[in-house]
C-alpha cells in the first residue's frame, strides 16, 4: 500500500426549492447566502465546503461534487458519497434523481457513465473486473435488493477487518446498461410509503456498492477501489409526518439509526477512544468511511421552509461536526515479489541501523555506570539516529507507493525502426551533398561565361578609362602600393592552404590508420568466435562421453540385478544337505561384493568425471564473459572511428569551403594586378612611344587580355580537377562507412549466435547436473540395496552355520548311542521342522525384496516418462497461451477499428448483455461494452477473478 495520509470528510450542503404544499401554506424562504461556503439561518452562520442553492441543476451539482471522486476509485482509493437529511429534503434526488432523464439524473446515474467512459479511454494494458451490489437496511435488518429471498443478513469483518455484508449478491457488469438494470431492479424492491410530507418516501437506507478491480497485463499491478453510494432515510417528526402503523415502526427504527450515527460522528468529532459502530448496522457497514480508509464526501440535504426550521439547524449542526473528522486514506494495490522484496530490504536495514543504535545507547550507558564519563563526541548523536531512520521510512514508503515495472531486458543489439530511418536519412542528405556539389558546378560554369561578359565590359571601360587618364595617374601610387599588399597577402593565403594540405594529409592517414585498428579487431573478432566453437565441440564431446558412461553404469546395475537374482534364487532352491553347499555361496557372494566394489569405483569415476565437466562449464562461462566484453569495447571503439570518420569529413568540407573562398580571392587579385599593369604598359608605350598607333596598343591589350584568359582558364581547370578529387575522396569515406556499418551488423548478428549458443549450454549444463543427480540417486539406492542384501545374507549364513554345527553334533552323538537310540526323538523333529520353517520364510523374504526392488525399478522410467511427458504439456500450453495473447491482440485490433466506425451511429444501450450475470467480465479501454471477448482470456480471467 501507498503511504497513508490523513483528509478531513468533504460536506457539502444543499437546499432544495419550495414544494408545492409549501407555497401553499405560505412559507417563508429562510436561508440567506453568503458567498459559496456559507449560509446563514436565523442570523447564525453555517460553513462548509460548498453550499449550493436552490436553483442548482444536477450536472452542475454532479461536476462540483462527485465527479472527482471517479478518478480517485480508478486510481485505487475508496469513496463514499451519502446524503443526509430530513425526510422530504431531496436525498433521493440528489442521489437518484430521474433514473433515465440525461437532465434530471442524480449522482448514481451519471457516476457510473463516468467510470465507464473513463475506463474507455485509460491505458489499454489496464483489464477492470466490476461488481455491484445493492441493499437496504429496513427496520434495522439488510435485506438484499437483487435477491428479495435474503432477508436479515450479518455484517462480518474481512481480514484486513474491514467490514462487508456476508452473503449479499455481488453482480458482475460490463456496461452502463447492465448498471442501470441492476439499479433498477433493486429501486422496484425498495420500501416506500406515503406521507403527509412526502408521496413517496424512502424507508430504508439504501447503499449501492461498486467495486472495481483492476489489473496491469505487462506489470502484474493489481489496484482495487470501492464506492459506497448511500441513500440514507430522512429523520421525521411523527407529528408532521402522520406516521401510523407499520409506518410508525419504520420510523422509529430510522430514527433509531440515524440517532446512532449522530452519536459515532459526535465520538470521532471529540477524539472519543471508543467509537460506538456496533450500535447500529447502518453504522457497522460504514465504519470505513467514517474514520477509515475511506475519502467520503457528506451531502447535507435542506429544506428552506421556515416551517421546517428546527430540523433544518439540527441537520446543519450534523454536518459541521462531521467536518471535523479525519480519514487516513491508503492506495489499495497489492504489491508485486519485487516490491514485497525491496520493503523487506528496507525493514532490514532500519532494524540493522535501530540495533546498533540500541548496541551505541548500551554502551554508553555501562559507561556512566560504571563511573566514566563519556566525552561529547563519543555521546549518542539522537538528532543524526533519527534522520537516518526518518530516510530509511522515506524511502521504504516511496517503495511502497511506485509501483515498479517489470524491467525490460536486452537479448541482443539491434536496428530498430528509428536506426533505420536515420540511416536512410544520412543516405539522403549524402547524395543531397552530391546533387549541391553538381549544382555548385553548374554555377561555377555559370560564372564563368559571367566573366566572360565582364571582360567584355572591362574592355569597354578600357575604352573609357583613356578619357579618365589623368585620373589614373594620380591613383596609380596608391594601387601600387595595394599591390604590394596584395601580394603578402597572397603569400599568406598560400601558406595557409599548404598547411591545410598538410592537415588533411594527417587527417587521411589517421583515417587509415583506424581503419587497420578496425580490421584487426575484426580478426580477433572471429579469433573469439572459432574458439568458442571450439569450447562447443568439447562440450559436446563431454556429453556424449557422460551418454557413453551413463550407459556402462546402466548395463552394469542390470548384470549386477541379474546375479543377485541369481543368487537369491540359488540360495532360495538348494536344500541345505551337503557340506560342499557352503563353499558354492562363499563364492556367489565373492562374486556379488566383486561386482559391488566394481561400481562403486564406477561410481567415484563418475563423480570426478562430473566435477571435471562443472569446471569446465565454469571456464566456458567464464570465457564467454570475457568475449562479451571484449565485444563491447569493440563497439565503442567503432562508435569512436564512426564519430572520427564524421569530424574528418565536416573537417575536409570547411577546409574545401576556405580553399574555394581563397582561391576566387586570388583570381580577383590576379585580375586586378594584370588589369594594372596592362594600364602601366599602355601608359608606358604612350609616353614613349606616341607615335604608335592606336591600333597597335590595342593589340598588345588584347594579347595581355588573352594570355590572363588562358590562365583564368586554367585555374577553372585545376580547381574541377580538385573537385573530382574531393569528390572520389568523399565516394571512398561513403563506402568505407558503408563496409563499417556492415561489419557492425555482422557482430551483432555473432554476438546474437553467442548469446544463444550461451543459453544452449546452460541448458545442457542443467540436464548434466539432472543426469549427475539421476546417478547420485542411484547410487544412494544400491548402496541401501548392498545393505540390505548384505544383513540378509550374514542371518543366511549364521543360520547355515548354526544347522551344520548342530547336525554335526547330533550325528557325533547319534554315533555314540547307535546301539541305544535309533530313532530321533519328537522334539528334535520339531526343532529340525522349525529351523527349516525359518529357512524357507527367510527365503521368501529375500525373494520378496528382489521382487520389490525389481518392481521400483521397473517404476523410475515410467515415472521419467510421465515427467517428460508433462513437461511437454507445459510447453504445449505455453505455447498455445502465447498464441491466444497474439490472437487476442489481433482482435482487440480489429474490434476497436469496428468500433470507432459504429460508435457514432450504434448507442452503447442497444448492446445486447450476456447471458450470464454472475461471470466476470472483463473490461479494456478502447472495447464497448458487449463486444465479444476471446474465449481463452475470458476463462483465465474468470478463474483468476
Same mark, same amino acid.
Given at each position: 500500500?501507498?503511504?497513508?495520509?490523513?483528509?478531513?470528510?468533504?460536506?457539502?450542503?444543499?437546499?432544495?426549492?419550495?414544494?408545492?404544499?409549501?407555497?401553499?401554506?405560505?412559507?417563508?424562504?429562510?436561508?440567506?447566502?453568503?458567498?459559496?461556503?456559507?449560509?446563514?439561518?436565523?442570523?447564525?452562520?453555517?460553513?462548509?465546503?460548498?453550499?449550493?442553492?436552490? /436553483?442548482?441543476?444536477?450536472?452542475?451539482?454532479?461536476?462540483?461534487?462527485?465527479?472527482?471522486?471517479?478518478?480517485?476509485?480508478?486510481?485505487?482509493?475508496? @469513496?463514499?458519497?451519502?446524503?443526509?437529511?430530513?425526510?422530504?429534503?431531496?436525498?433521493?434526488?440528489?442521489?437518484?434523481?430521474?433514473?433515465?432523464?440525461?437532465?434530471?439524473?442524480?449522482?448514481?446515474?451519471?457516476?457510473?457513465?463516468?467510470?465507464?467512459?473513463?475506463?474507455?479511454?485509460?491505458?489499454?494494458?489496464?483489464?477492470?473486473?466490476?461488481?455491484?451490489?445493492?441493499?437496504?437496511?429496513?427496520?434495522?435488518?439488510?435485506?438484499?435488493?437483487?435477491?428479495?429471498?435474503?432477508?436479515?443478513?450479518?455484517?462480518?469483518?474481512?481480514?484486513?477487518?474491514?467490514?462487508?455484508?456476508?452473503?449479499?449478491?455481488?453482480?458482475?457488469?460490463? $456496461?452502463?446498461?447492465?448498471?442501470?438494470? !441492476?439499479?433498477?431492479?433493486?429501486?422496484? *424492491?425498495?420500501?416506500?410509503?406515503?406521507? /403527509?410530507?412526502?408521496?413517496?418516501?424512502?424507508?430504508?437506507?439504501?447503499?449501492?456498492?461498486?467495486?472495481?478491480?483492476?489489473?496491469?497485463?505487462?506489470?502484474?499491478?493489481?489496484?482495487?477501489?470501492?464506492?459506497?453510494?448511500?441513500?440514507?432515510?430522512?429523520?421525521?417528526?411523527?407529528?408532521?409526518?402522520? !406516521?401510523?402503523?407499520?409506518?410508525?415502526?419504520?420510523?422509529?427504527?430510522?430514527?433509531?439509526?440515524?440517532? #446512532?450515527?449522530?452519536?459515532?460522528? $459526535?465520538?470521532?468529532?471529540?477524539?472519543?477512544?471508543?467509537?460506538?459502530?456496533?450500535?447500529?448496522?447502518?453504522?457497522?457497514?460504514? =465504519?470505513?468511511?467514517?474514520?477509515?480508509?475511506?475519502?467520503?464526501?457528506?451531502?447535507?440535504?435542506?429544506?428552506?421552509?421556515?416551517?421546517?426550521?428546527?430540523?433544518?439547524?439540527?441537520?446543519?449542526?450534523? @454536518?459541521?461536526?462531521?467536518?471535523?473528522?479525519?480519514?487516513?486514506?491508503?492506495?489499495?494495490?497489492?504489491?508485486?515479489?519485487?516490491?514485497?522484496?525491496?520493503?523487506?530490504?528496507?525493514?532490514?536495514?532500519?532494524?540493522?541501523?535501530?540495533?546498533?543504535?540500541?548496541?551505541?545507547?548500551?554502551?554508553?550507558?555501562?559507561?556512566?555506570?560504571?563511573?566514566?564519563?563519556?566525552?561529547?563526541?563519543?555521546?549518542?548523536?539522537?538528532?543524526?539516529?533519527?534522520?537516518?531512520?526518518?530516510?530509511?521510512?522515506?524511502?521504504? *514508503? /516511496?517503495?511502497?507507493?511506485?509501483?515498479?515495472?517489470?524491467?525490460?531486458?536486452?537479448?541482443?543489439?539491434?536496428?530498430?525502426?528509428?536506426?533505420?530511418?536515420?540511416?536512410?536519412?544520412?543516405?539522403?542528405?549524402?547524395?543531397?551533398?552530391?546533387?549541391?556539389?553538381?549544382?555548385?558546378?553548374?554555377?561555377?560554369?555559370?560564372?564563368?561565361?559571367?566573366?566572360?561578359?565582364?571582360?567584355?565590359?572591362? &574592355?569597354?571601360?578600357?575604352?573609357?578609362?583613356?578619357?579618365?587618364?589623368?585620373?589614373?595617374?594620380?591613383?596609380?601610387?596608391?594601387?601600387?602600393?595595394?599591390?604590394?599588399?596584395?601580394?603578402?597577402?597572397?603569400?599568406?593565403?598560400?601558406?595557409?592552404?599548404?598547411?591545410?594540405?598538410?592537415?588533411?594529409?594527417?587527417?587521411?592517414?589517421?583515417?587509415?590508420?583506424?581503419?587497420?585498428?578496425?580490421?584487426?579487431?575484426?580478426?580477433?573478432?572471429?579469433?573469439?568466435?572459432?574458439?568458442?566453437?571450439?569450447?562447443?565441440?568439447?562440450?559436446?564431446?563431454?556429453?556424449?562421453?557422460?551418454?557413453?558412461?551413463?550407459?556402462?553404469?546402466?548395463?552394469?546395475?542390470?548384470?549386477?540385478?541379474?546375479?543377485?537374482?541369481?543368487?537369491?534364487?540359488?540360495?532360495? #532352491?538348494?536344500?541345505?544337505?551337503?557340506?560342499?553347499?557352503?563353499?558354492?555361496?562363499?563364492?556367489?557372494?565373492?562374486?556379488?561384493?566383486?561386482?559391488?566394489?566394481?561400481?562403486?569405483?564406477?561410481?567415484?569415476?563418475?563423480?570426478?568425471?562430473?566435477?571435471?565437466? &562443472?569446471?569446465?562449464?565454469?571456464? #566456458?562461462?567464464?570465457?564467454?564473459?570475457?568475449?562479451?566484453?571484449?565485444?563491447?569495447?569493440?563497439?565503442?571503439?567503432?562508435?569512436?572511428?564512426?564519430?572520427?570518420?564524421?569530424?574528418?569529413?565536416?573537417?575536409?568540407?570547411?577546409?574545401?569551403?576556405?580553399?574555394?573562398?581563397?582561391?576566387?580571392?586570388?583570381?580577383?587579385?590576379?585580375?586586378?594586378?594584370?588589369?594594372?599593369? !596592362?594600364?602601366?604598359?599602355?601608359?608606358?608605350?604612350?609616353? &614613349?612611344? &606616341?607615335?604608335? $598607333?592606336?591600333?597597335?596598343?590595342?593589340?598588345?591589350?588584347?594579347?595581355?587580355?588573352?594570355?590572363?584568359?588562358?590562365?583564368?582558364?586554367?585555374?577553372?581547370?585545376?580547381?574541377?580537377?580538385?573537385?573530382?578529387?574531393?569528390?572520389?575522396?568523399?565516394?571512398?569515406?561513403?563506402?568505407?562507412?558503408?563496409?563499417?556499418?556492415?561489419?557492425?551488423?555482422?557482430?551483432?548478428?555473432?554476438?546474437?549466435?553467442?548469446?544463444?549458443?550461451?543459453?544452449?549450454?546452460?541448458?545442457?549444463?542443467?540436464?548434466?547436473?539432472?543426469?549427475?543427480?539421476? =546417478?547420485?540417486?542411484?547410487?544412494?539406492?544400491?548402496?541401501?540395496?548392498?545393505?540390505?542384501?548384505?544383513?540378509?545374507?550374514?542371518?543366511?549364513?549364521?543360520?547355515?552355520?548354526?544347522?551344520?554345527?548342530?547336525?554335526?553334533?547330533?550325528?557325533?552323538?547319534?554315533?555314540?548311542?547307535? #546301539?541305544?537310540?535309533?530313532?530321533?526323538?519328537?522334539?528334535?523333529?520339531?526343532?529340525?521342522?522349525?529351523?527349516? /520353517?525359518?529357512?524357507?520364510?527367510?527365503?521368501?523374504?529375500?525373494?520378496?525384496?528382489?521382487?520389490?526392488?525389481?518392481?521400483?525399478?521397473?517404476?523410475?522410467?515410467?515415472?521419467?516418462?510421465?515427467?517428460?511427458?508433462?513437461?511437454?504439456?507445459?510447453?504445449?500450453?505455453?505455447?498455445?497461451?502465447?498464441?491466444?495473447?497474439?490472437?487476442?491482440?489481433?482482435?482487440?485490433?480489429?474490434?476497436?477499428?469496428?468500433?470507432?466506425?459504429?460508435?457514432?451511429?450504434?448507442?452503447?444501450?442497444?448492446?445486447?448483455?450476456?447471458?450470464?450475470?454472475?461471470?466476470?467480465?472483463?473490461?479494456?479501454?478502447?472495447?464497448?461494452?458487449?463486444?465479444?471477448?476471446?474465449?481463452?482470456?475470458?476463462?483465465? *480471467?474468470?478463474? $483468476?477473478?
Amino acid at each position: 500500500m501507498a503511504d497513508p495520509a490523513q483528509c478531513s470528510i468533504k460536506v457539502v450542503c444543499r437546499f432544495r426549492p419550495l414544494n408545492s404544499s409549501e407555497v401553499a401554506r405560505g412559507d417563508k424562504y429562510i436561508p440567506k447566502f453568503n458567498g459559496h461556503d456559507c449560509v446563514h439561518i436565523a442570523g447564525k452562520p453555517y460553513y462548509f465546503d460548498h453550499v449550493f442553492q436552490s /436553483n442548482t441543476t444536477q450536472v452542475e451539482f454532479y461536476e462540483a461534487v462527485a465527479q472527482k471522486i471517479v478518478r480517485d476509485v480508478l486510481e485505487g482509493y475508496n @469513496g463514499t458519497i451519502f446524503a443526509y437529511g430530513q425526510t422530504s429534503s431531496g436525498k433521493t434526488h440528489t442521489m437518484e434523481g430521474k433514473l433515465h432523464d440525461p437532465d434530471m439524473m442524480g449522482i448514481i446515474p451519471r457516476i457510473v457513465e463516468d467510470i465507464f467512459n473513463h475506463i474507455y479511454s485509460m491505458d489499454e494494458n489496464l483489464e477492470f473486473h466490476i461488481k455491484v451490489s445493492y441493499f437496504e437496511i429496513y427496520l434495522d435488518k439488510i435485506r438484499d435488493l437483487l435477491d428479495v429471498t435474503k432477508v436479515n443478513l450479518s455484517v462480518h469483518e474481512d481480514k484486513n477487518r474491514v467490514p462487508f455484508v456476508k452473503g449479499c449478491t455481488e453482480r458482475f457488469v460490463c $456496461s452502463p446498461d447492465e448498471v442501470m438494470d !441492476a439499479i433498477d431492479e433493486g429501486k422496484n *424492491n425498495r420500501h416506500v410509503a406515503v406521507t /403527509n410530507m412526502n408521496e413517496h418516501s424512502s424507508r430504508s437506507h439504501s447503499i449501492f456498492l461498486i467495486h472495481i478491480k483492476q489489473e496491469n497485463t505487462q506489470t502484474e499491478q493489481k489496484m482495487t477501489g470501492k464506492l459506497y453510494l448511500v441513500d440514507l432515510a430522512g429523520s421525521e417528526k411523527v407529528g408532521k409526518t402522520g !406516521a401510523e402503523g407499520t409506518v410508525l415502526d419504520e420510523a422509529k427504527m430510522i430514527n433509531k439509526s440515524l440517532s #446512532s450515527l449522530g452519536i459515532v460522528i $459526535s465520538a470521532l468529532a471529540e477524539g472519543s477512544a471508543h467509537i460506538p459502530y456496533r450500535d447500529s448496522k447502518m453504522t457497522r457497514i460504514l =465504519q470505513d468511511s467514517l474514520g477509515g480508509n475511506c475519502r467520503t464526501t457528506m451531502v447535507i440535504c435542506c429544506s428552506p421552509s421556515s416551517f421546517n426550521d428546527a430540523e433544518t439547524k439540527s441537520t446543519l449542526q450534523f @454536518g459541521q461536526r462531521a467536518k471535523t473528522i479525519k480519514n487516513t486514506v491508503t492506495l489499495n494495490v497489492e504489491l508485486t515479489a519485487e516490491q514485497w522484496k525491496n520493503k523487506w530490504t528496507r525493514e532490514k536495514e532500519k532494524n540493522k541501523t535501530l540495533r546498533c543504535t540500541v548496541t551505541w545507547l548500551e554502551n554508553e550507558l555501562n559507561r556512566w555506570r560504571n563511573g566514566d564519563s563519556v566525552p561529547v563526541e563519543e555521546q549518542f548523536d539522537k538528532e543524526k539516529a533519527k534522520a537516518e531512520v526518518q530516510a530509511l521510512d522515506s524511502a521504504l *514508503n /516511496n517503495d511502497k507507493a511506485a509501483p515498479t515495472a517489470a524491467p525490460s531486458s536486452l537479448t541482443g543489439v539491434k536496428l530498430t525502426g528509428a536506426e533505420k530511418e536515420k540511416c536512410a536519412a544520412e543516405m539522403a542528405k549524402l547524395y543531397k551533398e552530391l546533387d549541391e556539389k553538381d549544382d555548385e558546378i553548374n554555377q561555377q560554369s555559370q560564372l564563368l561565361e559571367k566573366l566572360k561578359e565582364q571582360m567584355l565590359d572591362q &574592355e569597354e571601360l578600357l575604352n573609357s578609362s583613356r578619357c579618365d587618364h589623368d585620373t589614373l595617374q594620380t591613383e596609380l601610387n596608391r594601387l601600387l602600393a595595394e599591390n604590394e599588399a596584395s601580394k603578402e597577402e597572397v603569400k599568406e593565403v598560400l601558406q595557409a592552404l599548404e598547411e591545410l594540405a598538410v592537415n588533411y594529409d594527417q587527417k587521411s592517414q589517421e583515417v587509415e590508420d583506424k581503419t587497420k585498428e578496425f580490421e584487426a579487431l575484426s580478426e580477433e573478432l572471429n579469433q573469439k568466435s572459432s574458439s568458442l566453437a571450439s569450447i562447443d565441440s568439447e562440450l559436446q564431446k563431454l556429453k556424449e562421453m557422460t551418454n557413453h558412461q551413463k550407459k556402462r553404469v546402466t548395463e552394469m546395475m542390470s548384470s549386477l540385478l541379474k546375479d543377485l537374482a541369481e543368487i537369491g534364487i540359488a540360495v532360495g #532352491s538348494n536344500d541345505i544337505k551337503q557340506q560342499d553347499s557352503s563353499g558354492l555361496i562363499d563364492e556367489e557372494f565373492t562374486v556379488a561384493r566383486l561386482y559391488i566394489s566394481k561400481m562403486k569405483s564406477e561410481v567415484k569415476t563418475m563423480v570426478k568425471r562430473s566435477k571435471q565437466l &562443472e569446471s569446465s562449464q565454469a571456464e #566456458s562461462v567464464q570465457n564467454m564473459a570475457e568475449m562479451e566484453r571484449e565485444l563491447a569495447a569493440c563497439r565503442l571503439r567503432i562508435s569512436q572511428h564512426e564519430a572520427k570518420i564524421k569530424s574528418l569529413t565536416d573537417c575536409v568540407l570547411t577546409v574545401e569551403q576556405k580553399k574555394r573562398q581563397l582561391e576566387e580571392n586570388v583570381d580577383s587579385l590576379s585580375e586586378e594586378i594584370v588589369r594594372i599593369k !596592362a594600364q602601366e604598359k599602355v601608359n608606358t608605350m604612350e609616353k &614613349e612611344n &606616341e607615335v604608335q $598607333s592606336t591600333s597597335q596598343v590595342k593589340e598588345a591589350v588584347e594579347k595581355q587580355i588573352q594570355s590572363q584568359r588562358e590562365t583564368h582558364q586554367r585555374q577553372i581547370s585545376s580547381l574541377r580537377d580538385e573537385l573530382d578529387t574531393k569528390d572520389k575522396l568523399i565516394t571512398e569515406l561513403q563506402d568505407l562507412n558503408q563496409e563499417i556499418m556492415l561489419e557492425q551488423e555482422r557482430l551483432r548478428v555473432e554476438h546474437e549466435k553467442l548469446k544463444a549458443a550461451d543459453q544452449d549450454k546452460n541448458r545442457q549444463l542443467q540436464e548434466l547436473t539432472m543426469l549427475l543427480d539421476k =546417478q547420485e540417486q542411484a547410487r544412494q539406492d544400491l548402496k541401501g540395496l548392498e545393505e540390505t542384501l548384505t544383513r540378509e545374507l550374514q542371518t543366511l549364513h549364521n543360520l547355515r552355520r548354526l544347522f551344520v554345527q548342530d547336525l554335526s553334533t547330533r550325528v557325533k552323538k547319534n554315533a555314540k548311542r547307535d #546301539s541305544e537310540e535309533l530313532e530321533i526323538t519328537t522334539a528334535q523333529k520339531q526343532k529340525i521342522c522349525f529351523l527349516e /520353517n525359518n529357512l524357507q520364510q527367510l527365503t521368501k523374504v529375500h525373494k520378496q525384496l528382489v521382487h520389490d526392488n525389481a518392481d521400483l525399478r521397473c517404476e523410475i522410467p515410467k515415472m521419467e516418462k510421465r515427467l517428460r511427458a508433462t513437461a511437454e504439456r507445459v510447453k504445449a500450453l505455453e505455447a498455445a497461451l502465447k498464441e491466444a495473447k497474439e490472437n487476442a491482440a489481433r482482435d482487440q485490433k480489429r474490434y476497436q477499428q469496428e468500433v470507432e466506425r459504429i460508435k457514432d451511429t450504434v448507442k452503447p444501450k442497444n448492446m445486447g448483455r450476456r447471458a450470464s450475470a454472475q461471470i466476470a467480465k472483463p473490461i479494456r479501454p478502447g472495447q464497448l461494452p458487449g463486444a465479444p471477448l476471446i474465449p481463452s482470456l475470458n476463462r483465465s *480471467n474468470f478463474n $483468476s477473478s
